[in-house]
């Protein structure tokens, strides 16, 4: 974001805030103060940052209510280690805008129009925008949104806007019939005023005798002439216990932006099939596996996942989570867990957790080994006052311990 | 004229009334604070699937993008921004960090080590949270003898491997051509061989490429590279 449009989107939030329109505004302010520590892999040296969050929203900017603004962003500072802008390092601040917009609701629940930074998204793409957009919902069975504005790009340190670069889309949509959703949406990304990326989207779902329900959705890539993604699928929770069956295919073709010389290249089709379980056992205890069958146009893969979330009712407060991966095919197989659990007493909480994989990519003659182990725990001091602290230790196939951490001070007011 | 247009007001109002109510968006925010498994009783009970399982993480794009999306209901855009660009204000203790920015859950272990696998499975999903550079930024720093790539460690490294195999050198880069601009963003070592201007000229476009419509639109920005 360059800063005359950084000042601009500042300077029309504070404009929204003046005692003229917030006379009774209601402010609230999410705060967190991090302190991290971490090797750096590119200079296999010990760095630390201080980062500061701040979220806030206000709302009832005016006697209505519908006038909202809330913003999120980041500060962030390195120490230790050799400066490198390229990796972040840079002798300043830096900043990161995750969103800041002006928000009005219109009357009856009929949709938002938002001014400022934000996060879009329609069945044709996703992005942020430095921009305008609006979304209309109950309209009967037609629903819309519309968004326009510069195109923010977020990279290592940066989240830049620059003229010519813009983010465009258009979603309509409607419910034909009761249970039914079908949607056409188009967008548009310009790069130096050029269209680099042009998509068209297409999703309906139907619902099913209330036991089931079917749905396809399809990117269609206008600048290349050919689909992009198509996703085709079922879900069906035929008992009265949430048991709910997912099976899908999906196929992807990928294409690139067009101010890149990969947008001219021959690309093949990545084809998945999945079939997926997840099961409700009590409000309690939830399992779910699934198996992918992967096809890469010539060399497969099988992919299968099982896990389980648990809260036992012997124990308050103990949450358990665990799941088994296994991955056989191209480019690679890897075999892991993953297992975490979480107690909660009084204001305290204690969490701790293990991965484990082993892996082989086809350029490896053999297997290698990761372990990831990590603890933590949190205070609650006041209400609205939460230390954290987290500690992890990885060995890794280039680093036999690797430690990172994170000690956090959250604030609500 | 105006009594046909005053008969269709008659008719399709309470038509719209009924759509009004029969199509009403569910307002969930009187249950955000509701444990997940809780939701499914009212779910399956209302004929609607339960979601937030097993896998969410992979699932939730197509209801997140449409117009009739709830998700507002429950989160703010910080839940969409922290996730896909790494932001950290609501981390919890499992979450774990590349240098500042927070990591999802699928960035297991030696993410390093294992993520060419992943990225490979459906090659389109890392450019969800990802722009190109992302991938450059690493991938320009290491030492090129240090990858495994495929074919690239056959060669001990080197470029070789083209000449030496020529056919897996194409099935690979067509596979994941994104991995290809990991190391290479501008494509330069592509024109060694792929420009129309120099080299052994080999056309590397798909069947029915669409060049003029991309030519056109883009203003020929990426042909001019070959052409």
Known sequence: MTHRARFLWIGLLFLSLTPAVSLAADLRFQSSTQYLWYTDPFKDKDQSD??????????KLEPTGRLSAVGYGRLSGQFGGENDPKLGDDDGLLGRLYFLYVNYALPS???????????????????????????LRNLGPVHATVFAGYDVR????????RSGNYLAGVSVGGSLFKGNTVDVSYLRKYDESDVIREMVGVHADQRILDKAKAYADLRYDVLHGTYSEFLGGAKLFPFQAPVTFTAEYFASYPTFDADTIYTAFAVTRYREGVGRVDYIVTPRLTLYGAYTRADYDGPTADIGTVGVRATPKQVPGLGLNASLDLRNGYPGDLTGFQASADYAFGKAMLAAGISYDVFQRDSMTEDFSAKKVWGGGSYEFRKNMTARLRVEDTETRQFRNEFQGRASVDLSF | MKNKILRSILILLPAVMMAVTAYAREDHKAYRDLKLPECAECHTGSGIPPNHGGGWQKEHRILAAGPNRNC??????GTCQDCHKGGGI??????????????????????????????SSNPQQCSRCHEPPFCA????????????????????GTQAYIAAFPDQHAAEARRNLASCQACHPDGNVCLTCHSAKIGIKVNPHPKNFKADRIGSKSNNRSCVVCH
């Open chain 1, 109 to 135: 629940d009929r949709g938002d129009v938002r001014l400022g930074r934000q996060y879009v998204s329609v069945g044709a793409g996703s992005g942020t925008v430095d921009g305008i957009s609006a979304e």
């Open chain 2, 72 to 77: 507002y209901d429950c989160h703010d855009q």
């Open chain 2, 137 to 156: 930024n690493c991938h320009g720093r290491l030492n090129v003898t240090s990858l495994t790539i495929r074919d690239h460690a056959k060669s001990g």
């Open chain 1, 50 to 59: 201080l980062v500061q969050y701040l979220k806030f929203g206000a709302t």
């Open chain 1, 154 to 161: 977020f990279a290592e340190t940066t989240d830049r806007t």
């Open chain 2, 90 to 119: 609501s981390a919890k203790l499992s979450d774990s960090q590349w240098k500042r920015d927070i990591k999802p859950e699928s960035h297991r272990s030696d993410w390093v080590s294992i993520h060419p696998i992943q990225a």
